[in-house]
């Protein structure tokens, strides 16, 4: 899973945590119908946007998405080359049977062995490419919705806390905590909006941008590879999907 | 009825109400010149932006959304296989007369059958395409001018109570449940904008991009089995509509 | 006048009139410096905005939408129908003296009776049909600025009137009613914008959407009848701007 | 200097002003730290958005887009069509050491004059409107800027205000005006933004969208006028700058 | 360093300071968990959205930002046309060793004395660009996230404070304190968002825009030098950058 946007989910929790802990018991922080109406609430409104297929299979790209990281562009690029380099020698054949680093990169040079001509295997790569794109652009909106309707459960629960609390100021002990127990369901929404929910939804918006471009370079690749351009000339054309300090000195 | 939208929808509103049943009575959530000030406040406004034809044939268009459900692209494409089948063998001729899952596809199979050039069977089906576009974005947009109006109408209903409660503090008692009662149109407006105006526009919209990729590929077809493509070619063809792991295998 | 619009202005206000009259006299919901700093002072940072010029040609404009109803699409064709069966049995010039229902439509046929070549008149029109427009768009811009600026004014207004009330507490039975005004401010901001200038605005655009698009229909039909195309065929045109079960049959 | 503007301007305060009379002693409105923590913490923040070059060039530019006005297009019009009769019946050499009543009109004729080709002046014209377009518009950032920190620094300042009161309430006397003086930044930064800042701003695009336009129609005046176009002619197509009614009627 | 961007933040702060000492003393203001919460907790939620890689070296792109001024154009403009002159009279191989006052313009020139075609030249410059922007942006998105995010968190952070104060207030006296406690989050959220990241975000957004333009204007002058245009046709061609008041008379 990728690294920051563990470290950074479970330390801003960690925090918030923290801060309770410092207050004093936690227990005064955990509402079971608060988190009912903030957590539950919300994916029943999310629900209301989707399919039910959309939904469930949003949150499995989220999931494949933080479980699968991208592979590093610069040994994408130099496993690129070494293919370049048996393709020139030996052949596209030596190619078959082997493991590569990416289903995308598996499925380009499966067509090219079999023997699909350039223009087919690029017209089915690039559908993959715009396939993979759609579908992750799916995850990211579910968490989106989320994001977005999470804020507002938690004032409802808030305003039917405190409707509550105002019907009934009888005893005038019960009403700060009657009020605390209010502002639980607030807090949840934000948490679950902020520190949850948008985050992962950039996150996944993110990755899809990398993971569209990676795949660009290597449909670029592919095409020259089954074009029989020269392995150096492959390898000079790929290295400006790199930073200049990160380009190795071309020999 | 789509069950994901029924199920949100209902699932919702019945995670509120338990919120509201564990805390008391329901009895001082319900209060009439509220509910009518939020409802049909909003109405009256959303009225305003719109004509009255629009304002009804949107509701329309909502309600006919949810009723029918869309085919599955699955079948969908079985379907127009058949029929492509159909069409080589024994001639445009012995498509009349049947029954076809969409009256978009129907006046197309129908207009192939009654003898029109493909230019004009393309231009015609296009056209309907994007009127039933527009047609539903007035849907959508009814729903989301209500999901505008209402949390303002609620500001306006809290008010309005606020300012009757400021007035008249004679009696520190009836303080707290004029307050509550301010506090329910802001209530009612939270819920109807969040949990339901808002979701429903989402799902319209959401639909109406689901319709008109449907279309564009029935479009596809119908103008491939005119021009007396392979039915196995146009199978193909339309496969790339479905997710990798959804296609049969290609005999 | 448009009958949803006028509806809808009336119906909206007469809801938040009942509520405020079922929770007693009106009488305290009526402050007039509350009024004027609304208001006024929302009038005055409008005019910042724009010359004093496109101020009040924006209001005249705005009536002038809401005076005139656009004519029917339908009654629309019928008529342009009859002007080209005219212009082919009887020619151009038996066009001349008779009423037409819009300005636009009547501007067009002037121009063909007095001979100008096609595509003069087509010139012409498409820029008449720009300003038009352009200058209702001016008409919906001072409307949303008053939308924008209506909420800050009653911000504005309540803080003046809350600082007031707390550099003078000394009597606690003031506090409430003194409040109680402070707030009247926001809730005359909030009716303001939310149902009066951002609908109007809304629906002015709306509108504007729509006459732009019967322009661009009558244009069409214009340029059609002056190079002599069948009136059958021209009604078969224009027939493709009303949704599927309104059209006529086609004989 | 405009009239709209500076009458919404100083009508607004007015008004202002005048809610605060009507409710007493001005004197409570006014604290030193609260105007010093809006006004120069507002300008600190704009200065770190920009270079101290052009946050001093954009004041500049909005001075001088209020003390000149755009002269009236009409009047306009009336000039140019002069100066092609002028350019017609003498040459250009007649239009040497004239008065013109803009800079751009002025070095577009003396570029005509000093014997330019009409491609080098169009060119050299084309990129002076565009310069303009450009300082305008960086004029308008800054304003826009403004009405973003504003608002921001009235918050800060009044959390200020509220955590001291709320450290120290020994004297429950002092917390009605305490919270008073910590309300008063909220006031500042909202007048600040939402009736100056802000509307300024507005204007500014405003302007500099009509100016640009009015270069644009010199611009083919001058086009034209080197061409030789008759002088009627030219008249003509500069009225479709102008509203219908204003039009002069075409001899 | 950019003198506005040290002076706005420096200025800004020290506003805020200053109210608080006026205030009494500033003992209050600072709390260590609340720190924690805001500025830890938003560092974290910030990490969630990029990957390590990103977040880091976003840091150092803005460091190195505010570190080096981008020269003045007039300067800029004065050092190419130097060297264009050098390059006609003496030759490319003359303007090698020699210092530039940027690496864009170093890496053209090194090229161009290495002898690689012109449209090499291009194209290295030009993706050379691309990537500067780009790694800019980065900069800018992570100030841009931390803007956002910040006054969630104080947000949250105040919530918590609020739920703890409120369930327990057997001591009215501690009432105050802790609420003004719970304030901090919010203001330390408002200060670290409104004063610190996002007029910084907006800052990158705006050096990189420059940066971008003065490296178009040195991308057209080396291929006009390469290409052996006349020195001072070079200086005309560029002068179009500067505001024509900066322009020098052209001889």
Same mark, same amino acid.
Do not use: C
């Given at each position: 899973?990728? #690294?920051?946007?563990?470290?950074?989910?479970?330390?801003?929790?960690?925090?918030?945590?923290?801060?309770?802990?410092? /207050?004093?018991?936690?227990? &005064?922080?955990?509402?079971?119908?608060?988190?009912?109406?903030?957590?539950?609430?919300? =994916?029943?409104?999310?629900?209301?946007?989707?399919?039910?297929k959309q939904f469930l299979s949003a949150v499995g790209v989220a999931a494949k998405a933080f479980k699968f990281r991208l592979p590093?562009?610069?040994?994408?690029?130099?496993?690129?080359?070494?293919?370049?380099?048996?393709?020139?020698?030996?052949?596209? =054949?030596? #190619?078959?049977?082997?493991?590569?680093?990416?289903?995308?990169?598996?499925?380009?040079?499966?067509?090219?062995?079999? /023997?699909?001509?350039?223009?087919?295997?690029?017209?089915? =790569?690039?559908?993959?490419?715009?396939?993979?794109?759609?579908?992750?652009?799916?995850?990211?909106?579910?968490?989106? *919705?989320?994001?977005?309707?999470?804020?507002?459960?938690? &004032?409802?629960?808030?305003?039917?806390?405190?409707?509550?609390? =105002?019907?009934?100021?009888?005893?005038?002990?019960?009403?700060?905590?009657?009020?605390?127990?209010?502002?639980?369901?607030?807090?949840?929404?934000?948490?679950? *909006?902020?520190?949850?929910?948008?985050?992962?939804?950039?996150?996944?918006?993110?990755? &899809?941008?990398?993971?569209?471009?990676?795949?660009?370079?290597? #449909?670029?690749?592919?095409?020259?590879?089954?074009? /029989?351009?020269?392995?150096?000339?492959?390898?000079?054309?790929?290295?400006?999907?790199?930073?200049?300090?990160?380009?190795?000195?071309?020999?």
């Amino acid at each position: 899973m990728d #690294l920051a946007t563990l470290l950074g989910l479970i330390g801003g929790l960690l925090v918030v945590l923290a801060a309770i802990l410092v /207050g004093g018991s936690a227990g &005064m922080f955990i509402d079971v119908p608060s988190i009912l109406i903030v957590l539950v609430g919300s =994916l029943f409104v999310v629900l209301i946007k989707f399919s039910l297929k959309q939904f469930l299979s949003a949150v499995g790209v989220a999931a494949k998405a933080f479980k699968f990281r991208l592979p590093d562009t610069q040994a994408l690029i130099d496993e690129v080359t070494e293919i370049a380099r048996i393709a020139r020698k030996e052949g596209f =054949l030596a #190619l078959d049977g082997r493991d590569y680093s990416t289903p995308f990169l598996k499925l380009g040079i499966q067509m090219m062995v079999d /023997g699909h001509p350039p223009e087919v295997v690029r017209t089915v =790569l690039e559908r993959e490419r715009l396939l993979t794109l759609e579908r992750h652009k799916w995850g990211a909106k579910v968490f989106t *919705a989320l994001g977005d309707v999470a804020p507002a459960m938690g &004032m409802v629960g808030t305003l039917v806390g405190l409707v509550q609390m =105002l019907s009934n100021m009888d005893d005038p002990k019960a009403i700060g905590p009657a009020m605390a127990v209010a502002l639980l369901t607030t807090l949840y929404g934000a948490i679950l *909006a902020n520190m949850v929910a948008i985050p992962i939804a950039d996150k996944l918006n993110l990755r &899809m941008t990398e993971e569209a471009r990676q795949q660009a370079m290597l #449909l670029d690749a592919i095409t020259s590879i089954q074009n /029989g351009v020269n392995p150096r000339v492959v390898e000079t054309l790929l290295n400006s999907y790199l930073p200049p300090k990160l380009r190795k000195a071309e020999a």
